[in-house]
């Protein structure tokens, strides 16, 4: 239950401070059937926790999980991109705190 709460935790603050643009996106990419099945096979574990079993069968589990994190993934490094971009774009303005020899720009060889 630690995991799921610590996921939940996450999402919730990926919400609070994501653009619109981004939760939209994101959003979207959760409606996909794999999210929902991820979501009862969850239930289905927990209900079961108690007896022997967790009433999934592991490769189902690990292909749709699979699913999953691939589409997490891809928004990941969306937001990274996004935030390299936005990084350098801000380091090239003058009086900018990123305006510096310290900027978040990869060393020259």
């Not at 929902?36 to 690990?62: C, D, H, I, N, Y």
């Not at 928004?75 to 990084?87: G, I, P, T, V, W």
């Not at 020899?101 to 060393?107: G, H, I, M, Q, V």
């Amino acid at each position: 239950m630690g995991i799921i709460s610590s996921q939940e935790t996450s999402l919730d603050f990926f919400a609070k401070f994501a653009s619109t643009d981004h939760l939209i996106t994101f959003v979207r990419n959760m409606k996909a059937s794999f999210y929902q099945q991820v979501e009862e096979m969850r239930s289905t574990a927990l209900a079961k926790r108690q007896s022997s079993g967790f009433g999934v069968l592991p490769e189902t589990w690990f292909a749709t999980i699979t699913s999953m994190l691939d589409v997490m993934t891809r928004m990941e490094n969306l937001l990274a991109e996004q935030l390299k971009e936005k990084s350098a774009s801000l380091a090239d303005i003058p009086g900018c705190p990123l305006h510096s020899a310290c900027s978040l720009r990869p060393l020259q060889a």
